[in-house]
T-cell receptor
Framework: NAGVTQTPKFRILKIGQSMTLQCAQD?????MYWYRQDPGMGLKLIYY???????DKGEVPNGYNVSRSTTEDFPLRLELAAPSQTSVYFC?????????????FGPGTRLTVT | SQKIEQNSEALNIQEGKTATLTCNYT??????LQWYRQDPGRGPVFLLL?????KEKRKERLKVTFDTTLKQSLFHITASQPADSATYLC??????????FGSGTRLQVQP
């Protein structure tokens, strides 16, 4: 199994541009998550999904959108990129409710907005 | 407001000693607490999960305690090795089907 994969690994965006961060998992996990991690900080939850067709906001959803059309894929869309969105983005998944099950993380996407 | 605190200063110890990292929380009553390891440029990796009714959990050289009265978890690495050098994150179940993470403590084990 590849686990959780993310593309791209690195990206530089200009202010106002848009992009989609891709995330896929091949473990048949129901729950998927998007986090951002700023330097020296912990992970902040952006959005999560408990199954195909179901998404919910996390702690910092503004400026982002998600969709979950399949169990495997959970893309994160940035519209009108701003410098405040410069961060490392991690996608994660878990089989069931993460409170009692471990999360599996992808390798991250490092995004710079200038 | 809800808060999870981990020592932001790096912890430096000698190889072979026991490393002890602290996670304190306020205004939560989590049923579960997890610890993750994160290496530079990588995603976090799960280490241990402990339930509120478990006082202690062990896995090889790792030990976690969970004191719901003190609202504190301690994470111990015995016989530490330079390969244990990393950032360690604690994460709490906050009742919204997702975890809330602390900012992590960087551990440096000197040979």
């Amino acid at each position: 199994n590849a686990g959780v994969t993310q593309t791209p690994k690195f990206r530089i965006l200009k202010i106002g541009q848009s992009m989609t961060l891709q995330c896929a998992q091949d473990m048949n996990h129901n729950y998927m998550y998007w986090y951002r991690q700023d330097p020296g900080m912990g992970l902040k939850l952006i959005y999560y999904s408990v199954g195909a067709g179901i998404t919910d906001k996390g702690e910092v959803p503004n400026g982002y959108n998600v969709s979950r059309s399949t169990t495997e894929d959970f893309p994160l869309r940035l519209e009108l990129a701003a410098p405040s969105q410069t961060s490392v983005y991690f996608c994660a998944s878990s089989y069931l409710d993460v409170s009692r099950n471990e999360q599996y993380f992808g390798p991250g996407t490092r995004l710079t907005v200038t | 407001s809800q808060k999870i605190e981990q020592n932001s200063e790096a912890l430096n110890i000698q190889e072979g000693k026991t490393a002890t990292l602290t996670c304190n929380y306020t205004n939560y009553s989590p049923a579960y607490l997890q610890w993750y390891r994160q290496d530079p440029g990588r995603g976090p990796v799960f280490l241990l999960l402990i339930r509120e009714n478990e006082k202690e959990k062990r896995k090889e050289r790792l030990k976690v305690t969970f004191d719901t009265t003190l609202k504190q978890s301690l994470f111990h690495i015995t016989a530490s090795q330079p390969a244990d050098s990393a950032t360690y994150l604690c994460a709490l179940d906050t009742g919204r089907r997702a975890l809330t993470f602390g900012s992590g403590t960087r551990l440096q084990v000197q040979p």
